[in-house]
């Protein structure tokens, strides 16, 4: 089995390939010193979005983005949608 990433053990492979997506092509568009913030590594929590069609990702540093199927993103302007 391929390693997944422990915040994405839920969705399904087809959910988890457009995360890998977006997550690269957001990170590919950061400037070099953003790099470190958003890494794959340091996403802490997926959640499966089924009203927006995307998963909800949140990063070590706090901030929420949306990922959708496409590889686009957003910014999801949440504090955390767990309390942890």
């Given at each position: ?17 457009f995360l890998l ?25 997926v959640i499966r ?36």
């Amino acid at each position: 089995m391929l390693y997944r990433l422990p915040a994405a053990e839920d969705l399904s492979d087809g959910e988890y390939q457009f995360l890998l997506k977006a997550q690269r092509a957001h990170f590919i568009k950061l400037n070099s010193d953003k790099h470190s913030d958003f890494d794959v590594n340091n996403i802490v929590e997926v959640i499966r979005n089924m009203d927006e069609y995307c998963v909800d990702v949140r990063y070590l540093n706090g901030e929420w983005f949306h990922y959708y199927p496409d590889g686009s993103w957003s910014v999801h302007n949440k504090k955390s949608l767990h309390k942890m």
